[in-house]
């Protein structure tokens, strides 16, 4: 019964573990060349996947970012012209992080 009870304290301690306070999503919070800056400064790419739905992206060199691309009412863009499984645009600008690939 001892174990049990040991078992369920550790489970619920870690997953109050897991609630801290996160940082702020919308800004480049590496350390790898000093930055912190707002992604809406940084420029995004288009990559359309598979089904054909864009998607903004934005490299830095360190860390990747994507968010599906949205018509005003939040509805999807899909069936576009630009290839597939291709990325586009000058997505990788922003960052002083060399990137090797």
């Not at 801290?20 to 000093?34: F, P, V, Y």
């Not at 970012?65 to 290839?83: E, F, I």
Request: hydrophobic share 35%; charged share 20%; with cysteine.
């Amino acid at each position: 019964m001892h174990l049990l009870k040991a078992t369920a304290l550790s489970l619920a301690l870690t997953a109050v573990a897991a609630c801290e306070i996160t940082e702020d999503k919308t800004r480049d919070q590496h350390a790898g060349d000093g930055s912190n800056t707002h992604l809406s400064n940084m420029t995004a790419g288009i990559w359309v996947d598979p089904q054909g739905c864009e998607h903004w992206i934005i490299d830095d060199g360190l860390e990747g970012y994507a968010d599906l691309r949205r018509t005003p009412d939040g509805k999807p863009v899909c069936n576009s012209p630009l290839p597939r499984n291709v990325a586009t645009g000058p997505f990788k600008d922003g960052s002083n992080f060399p990137d090797s690939l």
